[in-house]
Nanobody
């Protein structure tokens, strides 16, 4: 079983910065793509950013130029640096990962973290 544990959320004023971390633990072969999603109250969960094992990234239009996703493959950790935060960035942020487990190397298993709250005050 794989666990994704997020940290780094909190309360920040508009214009401020936060850095989220998500560490994967357990026994597995490797992790393919990792991503950050977010869900604001009353809204559907949306994709924020993705990063491949090789480091290729993609971002939602709403966060381009403000957020940066990165990863440390040796530490099985993904980060989300969030700058110039806006009140509309307020949400629970979830880590997501496609994990190649020893029992199923050709079929990655998708895992979610428990979420971390980010609140941006105006």
């Amino acid at each position: 079983q794989v666990q994704l544990v997020e940290s780094g959320g909190g309360l920040v004023q508009a214009g401020g910065s936060l850095r989220l971390s998500c560490a994967a633990s357990g026994i597995f072969f490797s992790i393919n793509a990792m991503a950050w999603y977010r869900q604001a109250p009353g809204k559907q969960r949306e994709l924020v950013a993705t990063i491949t094992h090789g480091g290729s990234t993609n971002y939602a239009e709403s966060v381009k130029g403000r957020f940066t996703i990165s990863r440390d493959n040796a530490q099985n950790t993904v980060y989300l640096q969030m700058n110039s935060l806006k009140p509309e960035d307020t949400a629970v942020y979830y880590c997501n990962a496609d994990v190649r487990e020893w029992s199923s190397l050709s079929r990655p298993v998708n895992y979610w973290g428990q979420g971390t709250q980010v609140t941006v005050s105006s």
